[in-house]
């Protein structure tokens, strides 16, 4: 769930222009209405309004395309169905448990997080920042090359790791 748009306190639930080295991501409105961003553009590529018989319902973006997502209301929370493919269920959870506790509980202790932790999260799934550089090929390309210097330097010099026992266990696969 996201909740209404506030450009005074920005959530921890809209993330800033990434893409997916590998992974193709789908959108399903449930309830609300959402702006689709890509390119980092500042005008919605989509809309997604589940009120409007004429709007899209779904989407979905390639990867090593630029996007983002938004609540295009103010008043009312933004619920949206998201998955990837191929499809990587323990990953994607792993991934999410790990970067949102890790944000709440930064928010909670009132400290800002470590920008070499979140790399390390983003590299461990394959999402690098989306710069905003251009030729295209060349930001993909600082990107990658962002991501993997400041997670590598965040794992091996700093020793953070990709995933922490408070917000993420493991399923054991033996049973």
């Not at 959108?27 to 809309?47: A, E």
């Not at 395309?65 to 609540?71: G, K, P, R």
């Amino acid at each position: 769930m996201h909740p209404p748009f506030n450009q005074k306190e920005p959530s921890i639930m809209v993330p800033p222009f990434h893409f997916h080295l590998y992974q193709t991501e789908h959108f399903r409105i449930v309830s609300g209405k959402c702006y689709l961003f890509k390119d980092t553009s500042d005008t919605p590529w989509k809309v997604l309004d589940d009120s409007d018989p004429n709007a899209s319902k779904t989407a979905f973006i390639p990867p090593n395309q630029y996007h983002t997502i938004n609540n295009a209301s103010t008043t009312q929370p933004l619920i949206l169905d998201v998955s990837l493919t191929p499809e990587d269920i323990e990953g994607e959870e792993r991934f999410f448990r790990n970067f949102f506790g890790y944000l709440d509980d930064c928010k909670k202790a009132g400290q800002s997080p470590s920008i070499f932790q979140l790399f390390v999260f983003l590299q461990s799934a394959d999402t690098p920042l989306g710069l905003p550089i251009a030729p295209k090929w060349f930001g993909r390309f600082l990107s990658r090359t962002l991501m993997h210097t400041m997670g590598y330097f965040g794992r091996w010099f700093l020793g953070y790791k990709s995933t922490y026992e408070e917000y993420h266990v493991a399923k054991d696969k033996t049973l």
